[in-house]
């Protein structure tokens, strides 16, 4: 009996590497290269949609053509620019790079942790006046964290901040004593009520209805002076502009790896204010991390060609890989 | 029977904060305070001299006054400003502010570390340049560093560095194999042997005839393209020249704390290299360390005037606390 290959779309943009894995991807399926605008001509007959340009939302405009749609990976941590109402009410599969990014963006985390309270990048304004200027630092060990977001990328920021003595809590969609990495999690609903003893706040959560804007005019007001916040997650989990006129006075300071609009508007005061440094959404990307995608899609195409679903599935509903 | 008080000569300069404890110290003793050029006419007579000035080499100068000496405490990690023959051959006691520095600039290394990994001084230059430029970063992880430095401030980078994952090996008088805190010791006499597989090299020995300039030009050369030198021992660990035009050709890059004249004169190349990032010799000094340095003294203080001698002593001979 022969089995006829599925066919893989392969969602990518100009300018964009191809996956490593390509030519095994093609011994195994048939491929078809298409991008944003070439999606709905592309999706028919297809069962498999590999979405490795990560910040398309093409699907949504292209839902109609999917006729044969079952399971969609997506190249990336954040599966909010592809999710939809249709999509989630449908039978399709979706499936994102869950763990891929894990250490990569806690190690970032830990840096902007350090360049903070270690003044480097002061340090470096005074080298390029010319300054000598001896001034005291921050000791980290005994600093208190609040991670926003207890996926698998705010657990690995949870261990790794511990890891180097830092007194670390998480907050997430249900408050509890006895988490394995947190060990307390405060109610994130109710975020503001647990930040007036933050020294570092990470937002690492997925972008959904229930988050976006969490980190609004009151919770930042809520902050003790001389806070930093550190976005990794996405730029809309934060009131941007309430952000940016606390960065103005200087009562806090961020380092912003995600901003609303990317990249960041040409005369964003964003791009000058002393406490606001910005970095363009590279947190997670050490070398290899293109390689490490396609063999994660690769394994999982494997697992779906023997007739398993690859695991976990996104939860469609909550938009995220929940529990 | 009445016991006479101990006279302590405080040898601070000007602008230096006092004690904190020094309310405390006079309780307890007849307290001089001096500076270096005060110190000869202040010496005769006292058993106790407490460097407060760090950076104070005055007591060579004024050893003929030293007629009742028997402790000088120095409130700093590096004592080669302080020693001189005389001294060494003497039965005075000299200790040090072992301990206080350790966690500090475990904490500043790291910092350093990452900061180069994460790309984060490049990453600030592109926003001073109104420039969003993704990049990739390395992975910390796994990457291989060696701390030249045995002693409490190196075991405790030691430590800090492993408990992020990385690959971490000491250099220090003695091979072996199997110390807790780095596992392999390379022979530092041998250093340009142990330097071929080496991403982050990190300068923390005391300064002493045997380590000065023990980073020459043939040690740099054998560090691979892309190495990153750390100094937060003594500038003089360094052979400056060479590192300097490592520096230049962009093969290397380095965190300076220390550099061989400090403050670093005005015109001095470092300050303008691109892979050249000075810092004013502040790794350890967190916020509340002059506190930490004078409740130090003051417990050796009470230990002495108890009849014992504070420990550890410094291998006057040697130039540090040993073993």
Not at 205 to 225: H, I, K
Not at 242 to 255: F, K, N, V
């Amino acid at each position: 009996m022969t089995q006829e290959k599925p066919t893989v779309v392969l969602l990518t943009a100009d300018g964009v590497p191809e996956p490593a894995d390509l030519a095994e991807v093609r011994d195994l399926t048939d491929v078809r290269v298409c991008t944003a605008g070439t999606l709905a001509d592309t999706l028919p007959g297809a069962e498999i949609l590999l979405v490795w340009d990560i910040f398309s939302g093409a699907l949504s405009d292209a839902w109609h053509a999917a006729d044969s749609l079952r399971w969609i990976h997506v190249a990336a941590a954040g599966v909010d620019a592809l999710l939809f109402d249709e999509l989630r009410e449908s039978d399709v599969l979706v499936t994102n790079a869950r763990g891929v990014f894990d250490g990569p963006i806690a190690e970032y985390v830990l840096a902007c942790v350090l360049a903070h309270d270690k003044r480097l990048h002061e340090t470096e304004a005074f080298q390029r006046a010319g300054q000598w200027r001896h001034r005291e630092t921050i000791r980290v060990a005994g600093r208190r964290a609040l991670v926003v977001g207890t996926g698998g990328i705010g657990r690995a920021t949870a261990r790794l901040l511990r890891a180097v003595g830092m007194d670390v809590r998480g907050a997430g969609r249900r408050e509890r004593d006895d988490d394995e990495d947190f060990g307390h999690v405060v109610d994130s609903a109710d975020l503001a009520a647990h930040l007036r003893e933050v020294d570092h706040l990470v937002m690492v959560a997925p972008l959904t209805e229930a988050t976006r804007g969490m980190l609004g005019a009151p919770e930042l007001a809520a902050l003790p002076d001389g806070a930093h916040v550190i976005n990794v997650g996405r730029g809309e989990l934060v009131d941007q502009d309430a952000l940016t006129a606390e960065l103005a006075t200087g009562r806090l300071s961020a380092h912003l790896d995600v901003v609303v609009v990317e990249p960041l508007p040409v005369g964003d005061p964003l791009w000058t204010l002393e406490g606001a440094h910005i970095s363009p959404h590279m947190s997670g990307d050490v070398e290899g991390w293109r390689d490490t995608l396609s063999a994660q899609f690769l394994t999982h195409l494997r697992t779906w060609l023997g007739g398993d679903e690859p695991a976990p599935a996104v939860d469609k509903g909550r938009g995220y890989v929940s529990g």
